[in-house]
């Protein structure tokens, strides 16, 4: 079975801390994405890496930042959480015409 | 106008009901997933299609591929089938639904 981690399930931060948000996965999969659900809007991609090393923008990067030193780790970095980032954030990995698999998610909190 | 719409939003059904959630989507695919969401976060995939049916237990995923369009089919729902589902359309980017909020009541 995969397994998708997160560094945490909940988290609260203050407006203008720097917040990171860890993915690991056990399957050697090329391709990690991290998303961001709000009620109403349904997911939507932030950032995603095919390769170590290497990252995209997705659809609202705007105030994230990414890292993917190793295969199995992607990280996300909000550079300084403003309260429009309170959010559910998910991580998933998949293989290429595979399904994903997702982590339990963070719900991070930004007062 | 959102690339993949689901409805209804929200739905609630009575033990033993057959329930269908429906989805439409207007980008070109490789395929089609749906996902279920529990309260708590975690999403798994249910289904990937890209032609016809298929079909796990009590839940069945059509397709079609000329309508663009996916039904979720529950037979004989259960309160465990509380969840949100979620489709979403593949074409090696992901586009997602809004989801479906399902309530089966006892």
């Known amino acids: 079975d995969v397994k998708v981690t997160q560094s945490s399930r909940y988290l609260v931060k203050r407006t203008g801390e720097k917040v990171f948000l860890e993915c690991v996965q056990d399957?050697?999969?090329?391709?990690m994405f991290w998303y961001r659900q709000d009620p109403g809007l349904g997911l939507r991609l932030i950032y995603f890496?095919?390769?170590?090393?290497?990252?995209e923008k997705g659809d609202i990067p705007e105030g994230y930042s990414v890292s993917r030193e190793k295969k199995e780790r992607f990280s996300l970095i909000l550079e300084s959480a403003s309260t429009n980032q309170t959010s559910m954030y998910l991580c998933?990995?998949?293989?290429?015409?595979?399904?994903?698999?997702f982590g339990p998610g963070t719900r991070l909190t930004v007062l | 106008k959102n690339e993949v719409e689901q409805s209804p939003q929200n739905l609630t059904a009575q033990e033993g009901e057959f329930i269908t959630i429906n989805c439409s989507y207007s980008?070109?695919?490789?395929?089609l997933h749906w996902l279920q969401q529990h309260p708590g976060g975690g999403i798994v995939s249910l289904f990937m299609?890209?032609?016809g049916k298929k079909k796990h237990g009590r839940l069945i995923a059509t397709i079609n591929i000329q309508e663009k369009h996916s039904s979720l089919h529950i037979t004989a729902s259960h309160p465990r089938d509380s969840a949100v589902y979620i489709c979403?359309?593949?074409?090696?980017?992901?586009?997602f639904g809004a989801g479906t909020r399902l309530t089966v009541k006892p």
């Open positions: 998933a990995t998949r293989r290429p015409t595979d399904t994903q698999y």
């Open positions: 399957m050697d999969h090329e391709n």
């Open positions: 890496s095919y390769d170590v090393k290497m990252k």
């Open positions: 980008v070109g695919i490789s395929a």
């Open positions: 299609l890209s032609s």
């Open positions: 979403a359309a593949d074409n090696n980017d992901m586009r």
